[in-house]
C-alpha cells in the first residue's frame, strides 16, 4: 500500500474526503517527526512505539574493493510494534 491508496482507505473509514484525510495523514506524519528529531517516543497503544535509536560506529567492507571502511554513528528511526498489531498480523 502506498501514500495515496492510504489516503484513500482512510477517507472511505472516516467517511471524509481525501483531501482532509491527506491532510489528516501528513500531520501525523509531521508530529511523529518532530517528536523523533526532539528524541522523544511516540506510543500508540496496540498499535506501537516510534523510538530513536542510537547505531555506534563500526567497520564496514566495501563490497566491491574488499576495502575496509568506517561508518560513521548515527540515530535511526525504530518502530516496535504492538500487541493487537502483532496479533492481527498472525
Do not use: W, Y
Not at 2 to 9: A, D, H, T
Not at 28 to 35: D, E, I, K, Q, R
Not at 79 to 90: P, T
Amino acid at each position: 500500500m502506498n501514500k495515496s491508496q492510504l489516503v484513500e482507505s482512510m477517507a472511505s473509514a472516516a467517511a471524509i474526503s481525501k483531501a482532509a484525510s491527506e491532510k489528516a495523514l501528513n500531520g501525523m506524519l509531521a508530529a511523529v517527526t518532530a517528536a523523533l528529531k526532539k528524541g522523544d517516543k511516540v506510543t500508540l497503544v496496540g498499535f506501537g512505539t516510534f523510538s530513536v535509536a542510537k547505531r555506534a560506529a563500526r567497520q564496514g567492507r566495501n563490497p566491491q574493493t574488499g576495502k575496509m571502511i568506517k561508518i560513521k554513528a548515527k540515530k535511526v528511526a525504530k518502530f516496535k510494534s504492538g500487541s493487537k498489531l502483532a496479533n492481527a498480523v498472525k
